[in-house]
């Protein structure tokens, strides 16, 4: 039995990381890859017990299926308004609650519980809240004299982006408080030294230094977004019609309602070269615009 | 031999480890619940569980010798958890199921046929004879019986009788009467009527125009179209045109009608006798009518209600059939109306004294007789899960989005076509 011992210090430390990493590769392969490995043979099959083989038929019906388009362009739509809401909203909170307020810690918490509370019942909450016969909302708007909305009605797409807005503000806001709080002090204090006033030293040099939790925050946001499902599935059901028709609901909607595994196999394939890809862009050009002082 | 491990040892370690989770994948799934020696696994509707059904349980694990796992969902819950079941071969004893469910397992050979057992023990239990004749069809595939009814429903004019009375108007039995008296009743916070977002609502109204969901001859969807139009025309105007009705709100919740109506906002609702226990509860001061379903081009409602079938790989179909027989005896059908007002698939049934005498009961027991399965011809195509989500887009664009009924019809129509071929 040959004795085999890696000839550097290097090689050794890479094989003691090897074994250390196998139960976290084992675990990935168990259930992750083979499950996707799974769903990659079966969206080359067809009929309700994916039984029967169709080679790429169902990649090609799905590029030339106007409700697959259609869901997809509304999964876009939200995903852009989480992330750019994501953005503005979790680095305002952060700005806000960087100061010395009395009570920042409570603003912190409080701002980070819908992020801990589970979907389905921020769902029913703002269901609630928003139904316009018996919601609080319209109750409250009508007691001040002001007009009763229909905002699940005449904007469900937005009110569900909103909604998701309202419970991920706090997880951004505390991504954007260690990003805010990793900023050197020396940097604003020379820039005052200089003459610059505040609105300068936030996009001179904190917006450009923030720009890798900004980056982190929009893959994060660009993922979560064009993997919602709760949202539609809770608080619209995917409408009213087809208006919040989010990709994954529309893929659980093929899948179990109209039994079409094979055909719900090819769309998850396809939304997962999409969001892979939007990421390779968005790190890509992340990356690109990071700056170091 | 050496403390060190061999590149060899090493790729053995990997190997073996490596093939862990692919042996377990390979090894095939556990044991199914219902396959457990001792064990029955029964899926039922969460809203289902009542008295009267624990105590045929209770008789059924004595009798057999079994603990039965009573495993309550909501449907679509039960309807993912059972279509994963199907696609591991895990499956469960007995399903309760919301109708529709039966011909289209039969058809995806998921469902076992219980013609067998139906030859043996029919006469003395009173099936097919016994049940009303559309809960037998809609149970049936190929001329084999797939499933027993368990419920059988319809829909009714709920009312609410001090504001008829209040606004001095009689119970409409029209269209045009409807549109009439909610006209009538709609003033400062309060609707005529109030509408379900869920679109299976509008089936009592395509049916009245004397719509069906499919022609199997023509292959056409709802027709005839121009009374398929004039049915969601008529609905969607008493929301944007009359303004006798609130805009729905799209969910998953079918409830906020009965809401509306319990909180004194609503004078009328189209709905079943599962409202009949929430409107009690919520309201009891409320005085509740029910009407006749309306009159159209002809008096129509929708049958609806629950079925139970036995999936194609259930372990042991004899036990199976013995809990289906024992929980639709007569006395379980009494006993369940006795203890939440339900209503039941058998004639019999409809004959007992109490289902008489009860004013909240009688209506629908007369109903029961005249009605009507607007789906069934689109089950048996095998497409009726995608037609299904193509009449809750063509419902809610128009009765929601006020989007015009001839386009939205139209649009559902060209996109069956592709599917339905």
Known sequence: ?293 | MSPHLSRRDLLRLASAAATVPLLSACAGAPPAPGAEPGTFTVYWNAGHDYQAYRKVIAEFEQANKVTVTFQKYQWPDLRTRLLADFASGVVPDVVEEPGGWVQEFALSGNARSLQEYVDRDGAAMGFPADWQAVTVERNSYQGQVYGVQLHLTCTLLFYNKGMLDAAGVQPPTTWEELLEAARKLTKDDVYGIALNQDHTYANPWLLQAGVRHYDPGTKEVLTPRDKAVEAMRFQADLVHRHKVAPVPVSGTDYSGPQKLFSAGRAAMIITGPWDLGPIKETSPDIELGLAAPLKKDGQATNAAGTSLLVPAKAARPDLSWDFIKRITALEVERAATEEVGMLMPRVSWAELPEVGNDPLIKPFADALGYAQDSSQEIRLTGQSGRFDEELKKMYQSVVIQNRPAEEAIEALAETAKGFLK
Not at chain 1, 13 to 42: D, K, M
Not at chain 1, 44 to 71: E, K, W
Not at chain 1, 271 to 279: D, E, G, N, W
């Open chain 1, 1 to 293: 039995m040959s004795v085999l011992r890696p000839r550097t210090l290097s090689a050794r430390y890479a094989r003691t990381a090897y074994l250390f990493l196998l139960p976290a590769i084992l675990f990935f392969a168990a259930f992750f890859y083979l499950p996707i490995g799974n769903v990659v043979s079966t969206s080359l099959m067809t009929g309700p017990q994916a039984d029967r083989f169709t080679g790429l038929g169902n990649y090609a019906q799905a590029l030339a299926d106007p409700s697959v388009r259609h869901s997809f362009l509304v999964t876009v739509a939200f995903a852009v308004a989480v992330v750019a809401g994501s953005i503005v909203l979790g680095l305002a909170l952060a700005l806000a609650l960087d100061r010395p307020l009395r009570g920042r810690v409570a603003f912190r918490m409080m701002l980070l519980v819908p992020y801990l509370t589970s979907v389905a019942i921020v769902g029913l909450l703002w269901r609630n809240i928003l139904d316009p016969e018996l919601g609080v909302l319209n109750r409250s708007l009508s007691a001040v004299g002001l007009p009763e909305q229909q905002w699940l009605n005449t904007h469900p797409l937005l009110t569900i982006a909103a909604i998701t807005l309202w419970q991920s503000a706090g997880y951004t806001m505390v991504l954007f408080l260690a990003g805010l709080q990793g900023i050197p002090e020396t940097f604003h204090e020379a820039a005052k030294i200089d003459g610059a006033d505040g609105w300068h030293r936030f996009w001179r040099i904190t917006l450009p230094l923030l720009a890798p939790t900004t980056l982190f925050v929009s893959v994060m946001a660009v993922i979560s977004g064009l993997q919602a499902f709760g949202q539609a599935y809770i608080i619209t059901n995917g409408g009213p019609g087809d208006a919040t028709d989010l990709s994954v609901f529309h893929i659980f909607n093929v899948a179990f309602r109209a039994r079409d595994f094979g055909y719900a196999s090819a769309q998850s394939v396809l939304l997962l070269v999409v969001i892979v890809a939007f990421t390779l862009i968005q790190l890509r050009a992340g990356r690109r615009g990071e700056v170091q002082y």
